[in-house]
């Protein structure tokens, strides 16, 4: 097997329980890790997956990984998510928040769709175009419905975890969580506090991206055969 010239192999071993022959490589000029586990697995999956630990509960983490996925240098349609949704051979297809990172996950059993759907997501999480409406879009904005009506805020990423804050075992798992580990990022809502949402700027969102979604600050897993 021939190593791409940017890449240097760090490790390279077999592990039986996955029947998977595994291989770490090393970006060398970003220091991104590369991780191949080849099987027999008939689907190939991606991932790339950045850590991104908050400094507050304003969901600025959750409210990105939205963002990314609506729209890109290379994708400068609407919500490329979607179509991909509507329209590849995925087997898998998402990306999630957690309190310290953010995972960015595809499988498809073709290899043409699964190219693409790595290229689309790859272009996502390096080069987004996270606009100031999609910020409004998908963070938090204000509406007012008419002159005499109260103003209200609506987001997607808002609206949603105002669905979460309203489950009981929700608000119960979020506190105990965060009365486990009160000085720590475990101890932060990285979903969003819909309290807290409102106090985040497009500028705070925009710098935590240039921050945190760089290739130095990644972990890349391919997976199948
Ligand atoms: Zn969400």
């Not at 999630?96 to 595809?106: E, G, I, L």
């Not at 059993?109 to 996270?130: Q, S, T």
Request: hydrophobic share 40%.
């Amino acid at each position: 097997m021939s190593i791409h010239p940017a890449f240097e192999l760090v490790r390279d071993e077999s592990i039986a329980e996955i029947n998977s022959q595994a291989q770490l490589f090393r970006h060398k000029k970003t220091g991104a890790e590369v991780l191949s586990l080849v099987n027999d697995d008939e689907n190939k999956v991606f991932g790339v997956t950045l850590k991104t630990p908050p400094d507050d509960s304003t969901g600025i983490a959750h409210i990105l990984e939205h963002s990314v996925l609506c729209g890109s240098r290379k994708y400068p349609v609407k919500k490329p998510f979607v179509e991909l949704l509507k329209g590849s051979m995925h087997t898998f297809l998402n990306a999630m928040t957690f309190p310290d990172k953010t995972a960015y996950p595809v499988a498809s059993a073709n290899l043409k769709d699964f190219y693409n759907l790595v290229d689309v997501y790859l272009d996502a999480v390096f080069f987004p175009l996270l606009t100031e409406d999609t910020f409004a879009q998908e963070g938090w904005h204000y509406e007012l419905d008419s002159l005499d009506a109260p103003l209200v805020y609506k987001g997607v990423v808002f609206n949603e975890m105002k669905g979460v804050f309203s489950s009981p075992d929700s608000v119960m798992h979020d506190q105990t969580q965060r009365a486990l580990y009160p000085d720590t990022i475990y101890g932060l809502s990285s979903g969003g506090d819909p309290k807290d949402i409102p106090a985040l700027t497009y500028e705070q969102f925009k710098r935590f991206h240039t921050k945190f979604y760089h290739p130095s600050n990644a972990r890349v897993v391919f997976f199948g055969r």
